[in-house]
């Protein structure tokens, strides 16, 4: 079965520092969405990106944050100078064309920033 | 204010025993809803979705209930096994500038015994 994969799985990172997390998303799917899961907390949205380029984004999405989609299969999610609240399970998703579509999450990576 | 919530943060049952988690929400414009299961240290994973023009649709051992009068949302789980312990999320799709978003309420968290 088709699945969202992501790099890390763990990564640890001194405060200030810039962290890349990878995702793969399902490879026939043209929506995909970064979700973040502060330990103990709700599932928040990030950002969503279609068309090589943002589609939506949260007020947590500030400045510091940026995607990519550098070829034709990787979607990136930057933090350009962590911060110790940063620490978080970062979820790539993804998603069919058609909007409402299931949106089918990675198993996360987990960033720890110290 | 959040849009979507739950009503017990924790569900105890015996196995064999039937579930039933509830989900309000508050966003009248929502037109999707999901339920997503997370294991520990997963990512969600697609259980059962509804629209609004349904009031009921039913998988394997699940059923969604909508109830768009009083904005809840229902998931019964028949025969609970201890595999169903997991943290159990409903998301909403709502239509922030025209694009999906699911939103995830706070989740709740069923223990199975055996």
């Known amino acids: 079965e088709p699945e969202v994969t992501q790099t890390p799985s763990h990564q640890v990172t001194q405060m200030g520092q810039e962290v890349i997390l990878r995702c793969v998303p399902i490879?026939?799917?043209?929506?995909f969405y970064w979700y973040r899961q502060i330990l103990g907390q709700k599932v928040e949205f990030l950002v969503s990106?279609?068309?090589?380029?943002?589609?939506?984004k949260s007020e947590i999405f500030d400045d510091q944050f940026s995607v990519e989609r550098p070829d034709g299969s990787n979607f990136t999610l930057k933090i350009r100078s962590t911060k110790l609240e940063d620490s978080a399970m970062y979820f790539c998703?993804?998603?069919?064309?058609?909007?409402?579509?299931?949106?089918?999450f990675g198993e996360g990576s987990w960033l720890t920033v110290v | 204010g959040e849009s979507v919530g739950l009503h017990l943060p924790t569900l105890s049952v015996q196995e064999g025993d039937n579930s039933i988690i509830n989900c309000a929400y508050s966003?009248?414009?929502?037109?999707?809803f999901i339920w997503y299961k997370q294991e520990s240290g997963k990512g969600p994973q697609f259980i059962i979705d509804?629209?609004?023009?349904?009031d009921k649709r039913q998988g394997q051992r699940v059923t969604v209930l909508l109830n768009k009068t009083v904005k809840h949302l229902s998931l019964q789980i028949a025969a609970t096994q201890p595999g169903d312990s997991a943290v159990y999320f409903c998301?909403?799709?709502?239509?922030?500038?025209?694009?999906?978003?699911?939103?995830f309420g706070r989740g709740t968290s069923l223990i199975v015994h055996p």
């Open positions: 998703a993804s998603s069919e064309s058609a909007p409402g579509n299931t949106i089918y």
């Open positions: 490879s026939n799917h043209l929506y």
């Open positions: 990106f279609y068309n090589n380029e943002i589609s939506e």
């Open positions: 966003n009248s414009a929502s037109d999707y």
């Open positions: 509804i629209r609004s023009n349904m």
């Open positions: 998301a909403e799709n709502i239509h922030p500038g025209g694009s999906y978003i699911p939103t």
